[in-house]
Structures are given as structure tokens and as C-alpha cells.
């Protein structure tokens, strides 16, 4: 993951170098060489996928191949939000390296003291989740964590409620179910003492009003105060993201194109079944026969 812009692209050696400094791990060793039971760990994975995804985009923007040198905002979901922040210049690089590595050690610990996982749902509007959720509930802590598209809800929250949920769903008519491999209920009140220790290492960190507009996954809009973004950041852990919501409010302003940055093609899967028809651009390297959109 990222080797190819690292050995082509002294811009690129330059950030994963810099990453490695803020954590205690050789972080591009194990981007580039695993193991990938480690590198999957979410303490482990959120630094490296944030190095690489801001690698890419620098060498993507350096080298001509996104398609605009200067969007007209920038969303990410879950940990991407801390991506796009950095693009659009209110967080520091380093800072947002040491931040995420942070919440990913504190969203592992907060999994191990309370044993929970994710469910996506597949073919059930919004307000049929909530009839799930409502009924699911009485079964342990649960809730929506990602409403990816308008087909597509992942759930989260404690196994014997996720359980319940998934047999409800399919009774109601879910076309899929899939239990996602994560280590905690991620996006509930469960991350609540993951929330608390980001909010505690936020408070030493300087973040800047946005150069580019930047979407928020709670509120689905629009975010530009310092104290609001660090404020939304803590929630963000403890509360659904609106990914879905996001894209809609990107589309209602006149947003007709968008590019996907960094490893894998997740946000341009969901964009399709959000509307189709309009284009996406995957740049997860810098060959070009690597990126693909039109």
C-alpha cells in the first residue's frame, strides 16, 4: 500500500517519512511489507491508510492527474474526514498522523473492554433501520454507524443485538447481510471512552479555519470554525456518519464530478448507487493506467 509513490516520488518518501516519526512503529515497513494481521489492526491501519491517501493526493496534484487542481471541497468518510481536513489545510500533517494513531489505539482498547462489531444492511430505506434498531434493541446497545448510501446502513453495536438485528432485517426483506471484520461497535456510545481520550489529545492541537470547504460526517454539512471541527471530530466516534447525507448535500450545490483519493475504490462504489450518473475519478496511484474513471 503507497510503495509505488514512495520509490518514484521524493514528495511522497518525504510525508511517509514524517509519518513515521509521530508513531512508535516503522510505519512504512509495515505499509509496504506487512504483516497485514498487523497493518489491519484499526490502531495500526488508520495512520498508515492516512500517510498513504495524503502520499497519493500530493503526488496526484504535483504530477497533473486529478482532473482539478482546486476542488470546491473535500469530504472523507470516518477516517478520511481527517484527509480531507488535512487537504483543506486545517489540520497540520503531523498532527493529524499523531491524532489518528490516538483514536485508532483508543477505538481498539474501547472494542477490547466491550465486545461489539458492525452489520451492514443491504435493501431497507432509513426508517425501516429504525423499526430494526427500535426492535433489536431490547436485545443490547445498538445503533446505525454509516448510512453509506440510500440502500445501504451499517449497523453497530453489542453481538447479541446485531444478532437480533441481522434475523429482523432479513425478515422485513434485506436483500444482504453482511457482519463486517472490525474490532469494536464502532460510531455508537460504546466509543465512548475512545471519545473522551481524542477529545483529551485535541485539545493540544492547533487546527486552522479550512482553506476549501470540508463536509462533516455527523451534521452532513458544511464545517468551518476550529472549535466546531474539534468538537465534531470526538463525535464522530460516538455518532453515525452521513456519508450518504454528505454526497446529497455536495450534489444539491452543484458538485458535478468527484475523485476518490488513496487505497481502494469504496467511495466510488457508493457514489454509484447515490446517483450514477455522475463520473467518479479513483486515484489510488500515480500509473496511469492504475487510476480509473472517466
Same mark, same amino acid.
Given at each position: ?47 498508515? #491508510? ?8 500530493? %503526488? ?11 476542488? %470546491? ?65 431490547? !436485545? ?12 445501504? #446502513?451499517? &449497523? ?37 471512552? !475512545? ?27 458544511? %464545517? ?42 469504496? &467511495? ?27
Amino acid at each position: 500500500m503507497g510503495q509505488e509513490v514512495y520509490d518514484h516520488f521524493p514528495r511522497a518518501r518525504d510525508l511517509f517519512d514524517r509519518a513515521s516519526e509521530q508513531v512508535d512503529f516503522n510505519l512504512t515497513e509495515l505499509c509496504f511489507s506487512g504483516p497485514e494481521e498487523k497493518l489491519s489492526r484499526t490502531e495500526y491501519a488508520q495512520p498508515t #491508510i492516512l500517510a498513504t491517501s495524503i502520499a497519493v493526493l500530493e %503526488v496526484a496534484r504535483n504530477e497533473g492527474v486529478l482532473t482539478t487542481a482546486n476542488p %470546491v471541497a473535500s469530504a472523507g468518510l470516518s477516517l478520511g474526514e481527517y484527509t480531507a481536513l488535512v487537504f483543506a489545510g486545517a489540520l497540520r500533517f503531523e498532527d493529524a498522523v499523531r491524532l489518528v494513531y490516538r483514536r485508532g489505539q483508543a477505538m481498539a482498547q474501547a472494542g477490547e473492554k466491550r465486545e461489539g462489531s458492525m452489520l451492514s444492511v443491504i435493501g431497507l430505506t432509513e426508517e425501516q433501520i429504525d423499526e430494526v434498531v427500535e426492535k433489536a434493541s431490547t !436485545a443490547g446497545i445498538i445503533g446505525a454507524a454509516n448510512f453509506n448510501s440510500p440502500e445501504q #446502513i451499517v &449497523l453497530s453495536g453489542e453481538p447479541n443485538a446485531l444478532g437480533e438485528a441481522d434475523r429482523i432485517a432479513r425478515e422485513m426483506g434485506a436483500r444482504a447481510t453482511v457482519e463486517l471484520k472490525v474490532s469494536g461497535a464502532f460510531h455508537t456510545e460504546l466509543m465512548k471512552p !475512545a471519545a473522551d481520550e481524542l477529545a483529551a489529545a485535541l485539545e493540544d492541537v492547533e487546527i486552522s479555519r479550512p482553506q476549501t470547504p470540508v463536509i462533516d460526517n455527523v451534521i452532513a454539512d458544511y %464545517v468551518s470554525h476550529p472549535d466546531q471541527i474539534r468538537e465534531l471530530l470526538v463525535q464522530q466516534l460516538t455518532h453515525p456518519v452521513r456519508w450518504c447525507q454528505s454526497m446529497q448535500k455536495l450534489i444539491a450545490d452543484g458538485v458535478n464530478s468527484f475523485c476518490e483519493i488513496g487505497p481502494g475504490r469504496v &467511495l466510488t462504489g457508493l457514489m454509484k448507487r447515490i446517483d450514477r450518473r455522475l463520473p467518479v475519478k479513483t486515484v489510488n496511484s500515480v500509473a496511469p493506467e492504475a487510476n480509473q474513471g472517466k
